[in-house]
């Protein structure tokens, strides 16, 4: 279960980024933006909520089968982030996701 918490506590920060993607003026018009914002919210609701974890191992393997897809978005993210904006709020989104998707990666990787 404890590498269930480490994922989760990593999963708040990504959800945070991409409410504040999903809800900025630039996501508007850019599609890959859209996309990024999309597949963060995939990997959030296919692992679900730590209170209702049931089996560690489930949990442990969907967010295998879905960290291609959080690094693919957080990649293109960083690729695009300068085009989108060079606000501190998105330099410093795409260092908090990449930070967040690094350590929840190590976890998956470390199983």
């Known amino acids: ?18 409410t504040f993607l999903k809800h900025a003026d630039e996501a508007e018009d850019d599609e890959d933006l859209r996309a ?3 597949d963060l919210y995939d990997f959030i ?3 679900g909520p730590l209170d209702e974890v049931e089996d560690p191992a489930v ?6 089968k879905k960290a291609s ?14 085009e989108v904006s060079g606000h501190t709020n998105f330099v410093m ?5 990449r930070t967040a998707v690094d350590r929840i990666l190590a976890v998956i990787k470390s199983r």
Request: proline letters at 2%; glycine letters at 0%; a positive charge.
């Open 36 to 38: 990024i914002v999309r």
């Open 93 to 97: 989104a795409a260092r908090s996701l």
């Open 59 to 64: 949990y442990l393997k969907m967010a295998k």
């Open 69 to 82: 897809k959080l690094r693919r978005a957080t990649e293109l993210y960083e690729e695009i982030q300068p």
């Open 45 to 47: 609701l296919a692992v």
């Open 1 to 18: 279960m404890e590498q269930v918490r480490a994922i989760d506590t990593e999963v708040t920060h990504v959800w945070m980024i991409r």
